[in-house]
């Protein structure tokens, strides 16, 4: 079967560089999702355009559809006939297991009212007001990491930099003890792992011990905060909070589970944001060079670095009554892929979509979700990948690739697991 995947994959990449409309037509009418090649994790936007192009409603073998049009997605993240919810979707892919009971509790994978409710706890810590007093703490934690590269004279920009920087802002708002946050990033990748569109045995049976081992230790490290025995944890400390509008509280799991997911989303989106941008200004020294002569388009290259490589490149929702979606009538019970990073290089939307424009406005990209279930942690993203990569281009006069970077090879998920960089 892995032979027959790879052929697949490599012939729809093939006949997208090739000259016959019709081989192409024929390659994206078959396109799989469940079934990628590497070349395809390594560079999804030919197909993106090419889905885009000819077959933007795309169905997909299983019965659901593929979105890869801008106006599609921003209409289904404002229609509520579109569930998040994820219970009848996850139960055949994880069975009863602890990724199934992670992803159907946390906060990103529920609709109203549950969503409504641990939002509402979360929110006062994702405020841009809230995120704006923890910035000296930010700028002091990456200036200590642009201190140790510099001994080095280098740095892995993922390992010892970008994936750093995050874990510590989200242990500190957990209070986790810094001695004990070693396992957090390597939890991290195998319980968002299983979210592929296919993840092999290897991977669901890491993510399922990655949820139990990272649930198990969260139950006793709760049970130290209760006691007042860890300081800091503002954010564990506002789900813990006793009342809510219903008078209601967080059982003990669902503050676990919603723990664990504001580890992995924190991480993820974060992580990527900076190795993604960092490496798109390597590919583009014109843009680079720019930045570093005007360093005040920071914001915009921030928004420029989510559109252009978005971290999270797939979202998904099950229709809940009829609908129509790109002239396509679509009944209830129906799966729907987003394509976000299909979307965010959409040319009627972005003019010149392949070309990294780090000045470009607007700049209205998808790769925060929309609707309700817009990331409630963009701001936080913002100010630490403007932290990040804005202290790295002023405090490192130059940098550039040295050995092979390295892909997740993740579909939904896009970003580097090593990417070397060497100073001077």
């Not at 032979?3 to 019709?22: R, Y």
């Not at 560079?43 to 299983?62: I, Q």
């Not at 989303?265 to 005007?294: C, M, Y």
């Not at 406005?361 to 932290?387: D, Q, W």
Request: aromatic share 8%.
């Amino acid at each position: 079967m892995a032979v027959v995947v790879d052929w697949i994959g490599a012939k729809i990449m093939n006949d997208l560089n090739a000259t016959s409309p019709g081989a192409a037509r024929d390659s994206i009418a078959s396109f799989d999702l469940r079934h990628v090649d590497r070349d395809f994790l390594d560079n999804p936007y030919p197909v993106y355009k090419a889905l885009r192009e000819t077959d933007p409603v795309h169905r997909l073998p299983d019965g659901g559809y593929f979105l890869t049009r801008y106006d599609d997605l921003a209409a289904v993240y404002r229609d509520r006939r579109f569930s998040s919810d994820k219970k009848i979707e996850f139960l055949p892919k994880f069975g009863d297991s602890p990724l199934y009971l992670h992803h159907t509790t946390s906060l990103v994978f529920n609709d109203p009212p549950y969503h409504t409710r641990v939002r509402k706890l979360l929110a006062p810590a994702f405020t841009p007001r809230a995120v704006k007093i923890l910035e000296p703490r930010f700028c002091a934690l990456v200036d200590r990491l642009i201190d140790e590269a510099l001994v080095r004279g280098g740095m892995d920009v993922i390992a010892d930099f970008a994936s750093r920087l995050p874990v510590e802002i989200i242990g500190d708002m957990l209070a986790v003890p810094k001695e004990e946050r070693g396992p957090l990033r390597d939890w991290s990748l195998a319980i968002l792992g299983a979210l592929e569109p296919a993840p092999g045995d290897d991977a669901l049976d890491w993510g399922n011990r990655s949820v139990t081992e990272f649930a198990d230790y969260l139950a006793k490290h709760i049970d130290r905060f209760r006691k007042g025995a860890l300081p800091g944890g503002d954010v564990l400390g506002l789900l813990l909070a006793e009342e809510t509008d219903k008078g209601d509280r967080l059982s003990d799991v669902e503050l676990i589970q919603n723990c664990i997911f504001l580890l992995n989303a924190g991480h993820e989106t974060t992580t990527n944001l900076i190795g993604n941008g960092i490496a798109a200004l390597l590919d583009w020294p014109g843009e680079l060079k720019r930045l570093r002569a005007d360093p005040s388009l920071i914001e915009t290259a921030i928004e420029e670095f989510l559109r252009f490589e978005s971290s999270n490149q797939l979202g998904n929702r099950r229709v809940l009554e009829e609908v129509e979606i790109g002239g396509v009538r679509m009944p209830p019970g129906t799966l729907v892929t987003l394509g976000i990073g299909a979307a965010n290089r959409d040319p009627a939307q972005f003019p010149d979509p392949d070309r990294l424009d780090i000045a470009r406005t607007p700049n209205k990209h998808l790769a925060f979700g929309g609707g309700i279930h817009a990331c409630a942690g963009m701001s936080l993203a913002r100010v630490e990948g403007r932290l990040a990569i804005g202290r790295l281009i002023e405090r490192v006069p130059a940098f550039g690739r040295t050995g092979a970077a390295r892909r997740g090879g993740r579909a939904r998920f896009r970003g580097y697991l090593s990417f070397p960089v060497s100073f001077g």
